[in-house]
Antibody
Framework: EVQLLESGGGLVQPGGSLRLSCAAS????????MSWVRQAPGKGLEWISG????????YYADSVKGRFTISRDNSKNTVILQMNSLRVEDTAIYYC??????????????WGQGTLVTVSS | QSVLTQPPSVSAAPGQKVTISCSGS????????VSWYQHLPGTAPKLLIY???KRPSGIPDRFSGSKSGTSATLGITGLQTGDEADYYC???????????FGGGTKLTVL
């Protein structure tokens, strides 16, 4: 059974940093692309970042480019989202999602339960 | 402002059929596969349709997907009260090199 467990969310001040982790199990992690998607309060889903199976390919939405960094550790079946220079508008539930194959452009066939990030002074 | 355009809401009676549209452009829907997701607030989104018209195992055939040009459509037949949720289309945008979603459509089963 595929399981994705996000952690690392919490309250942070504007301009601060936070590191989200997603622990994956139930599939061959090193062969699958992964993504992060968020949902701000009262808003829709927003794709924010994706990473190829090897980690050599990383992709970002314009809204987070230059501030967020996605990475993965295939030895630990973990994908990381390092979030710097956080803004109030980054407040959202952040979901880790497993892509349907080795390409980030593929659909997300399994999702975690999400972790809440609140950016506020 | 979402890259993909969906109606904010649709409604229909139990047992009826509803369709949800998703409009994009040649850089996204026109040249990439479309997927559809069901989302209840506070829960993990669920994949309903991938590669335009394929259903993952466990998704009933009441749910269907289609694509034509730069638009896609999700169809749901035999509506049930349990189908009340937000529905999102998603795809890849080759110009942005990023994933994109529609703004979401709230389905009400009257």
């Amino acid at each position: 059974e595929v399981q994705l467990l996000e952690s690392g969310g919490g309250l942070v001040q504007p301009g601060g940093s936070l590191r989200l982790s997603c622990a994956a199990s139930g599939f061959t992690f090193s062969s699958i692309a992964m993504s992060w998607v968020r949902q701000a309060p009262g808003k829709g889903l927003e794709w924010i970042s994706g990473i190829s199976p090897s980690g050599s390919g990383t992709y970002y939405a314009d809204s987070v480019k230059g501030r967020f960094t996605i990475s993965r550790d295939n030895s630990k079946n973990t994908v990381i989202l390092q979030m710097n220079s956080l803004r109030v508008e980054d407040t959202a539930i952040y979901y880790c999602a497993k892509c349907g194959g080795p390409m980030v452009k593929q659909s997300s066939d399994h999702w975690g339960q999400g972790t809440l990030v609140t950016v506020s002074s | 402002q979402s890259v993909l355009t969906q109606p904010p809401s649709v409604s229909a009676a139990p047992g009826q059929k509803v369709t949800i549209s998703c409009s994009g452009s040649s850089s996204n829907i026109g040249n990439n596969y479309v997927s559809w997701y069901q989302h209840l607030p506070g829960t993990a989104p669920k994949l309903l349709i991938y590669d335009n018209d394929k259903r993952p195992s466990g998704i009933p055939d009441r749910f269907s997907g289609s694509k034509s040009g730069t638009s896609a459509t999700l169809g749901i037949t035999g509506l049930q009260t349990g189908d009340e949720a937000d529905y999102y289309c998603g795809t890849w945008d080759s110009s942005l090199s990023a994933g994109v979603f529609g703004g979401g459509t709230k389905l009400t089963v009257l």
